[in-house]
């Protein structure tokens, strides 16, 4: 026999179809409302940790090729406690710090002219197409060939990896501003930087954090690849030559501080979403 939830108990989303599934009616989950995604966040993590460990316990993985996680957690004090993971830490960061200023000063800009002038988009559509879909790192020789192995080269790749999902954000966002909004800044005969501070901007703006979120994602990818290839510095390197020397706990250190930084980078553009587009968000 079961007994439907009514009043206060009752899930937002049952009795109210407009309303966002999952989320409680009821005063008294109001703070799992506003904390779930943390907290069931951090819950998926621990079971991975766990089995993981599990998995390591019982022999179903080989511990000297996969570690686990309690000699990893004894590595990272290591790591940190003797500076060693510092330098690769900083070595990273500055690449894709760079490589991410770069790409929201310009791909913020380059989407939305792509977005509005339909004849610049159609040509650069076949470009970004091609630039999208062929992996970056077959073009490293050229790369190396023009720019050599500094810094320079490394930051280049990053930003090619990160700048065109923004780019292809932005523009999508431009092209699917709502009709009335255009409307609205034509009858009161706005002026062009007020419509694109006000209307545009605004508008676009969920896109944009979309293509950030994405970019984000994959500049941290490019860096860490790029560290193979052309760098005797970073996270990408460490790991690398950590595996190579079969330190594993050493390398899978290195990994989690990867992931850390990665779910820190997420959660930091998620703040800013909320901060900034809530007016397009469930409440």
């Known amino acids: 026999m079961t007994t439907a939830l009514s009043g206060d108990d009752a899930p937002v989303g ?43 316990v019982t022999g179903i993985v080989d511990v000297h090729i996969s570690s686990d996680p309690s000699q990893v957690v004894q590595e990272e004090i290591t790591l940190f406690g003797n500076g060693t993971i510092w330098g690769p830490i900083g070595t990273t960061a500055a690449e894709v710090g760079w490589a991410l200023a770069i790409i929201i000063i310009a791909g913020i800009p380059i989407g939305i002219i792509l977005g509005w002038i339909a004849p610049l988009r159609q040509m650069a559509e076949p470009i970004i197409s091609i630039l999208n879909s062929v992996p970056y790192v077959l073009f490293l020789p050229l790369i190396i060939f023009w720019f050599g192995l500094g810094e320079t080269a490394r930051v280049l790749v990053v ?42 901007l605004p508008a676009a703006l969920p896109f944009i954090l979309t293509g950030l979120r994405l970019a984000v994602a994959r500049a941290l990818v490019g860096a860490i690849v790029v ?34 930084a990665a779910l820190l980078l997420a959660w930091l553009i998620g703040a800013i979403e909320k901060r900034v587009i809530a007016w397009s968000q469930y409440s």
């Not at 009616?25 to 506003?34: G, I, T, V, Y």
Request: hydrophobic share 55%; net charge positive.
């Open 227 to 260: 560290e193979f290839f052309l760098s005797s510095n970073g996270l990408g390197y460490f790991v690398q030559n950590e595996a190579s020397s079969f330190q594993m706990s050493a390398a899978m250190a290195g990994i989690v501080v990867m992931a850390v």
């Open 14 to 56: 049952v009795n109210d179809p407009g309303a966002p599934p999952l989320k409680f009616a009821s005063a008294k989950f109001d703070w799992l409302n506003r904390h779930g995604p943390l907290v069931f966040g951090a819950l998926g993590i621990l079971l991975l940790f766990a089995a993981w460990q599990v998995c390591a």
């Open 159 to 200: 930003v090619w990896a990160g700048i065109l999902p923004l780019i292809i954000n932005t523009s999508a966002g431009v092209r699917n501003i709502n009709v009335d909004y255009l409307r609205v800044g034509r009858v009161f005969a706005v002026s062009a930087p007020r419509f694109f501070s006000s209307i545009l």
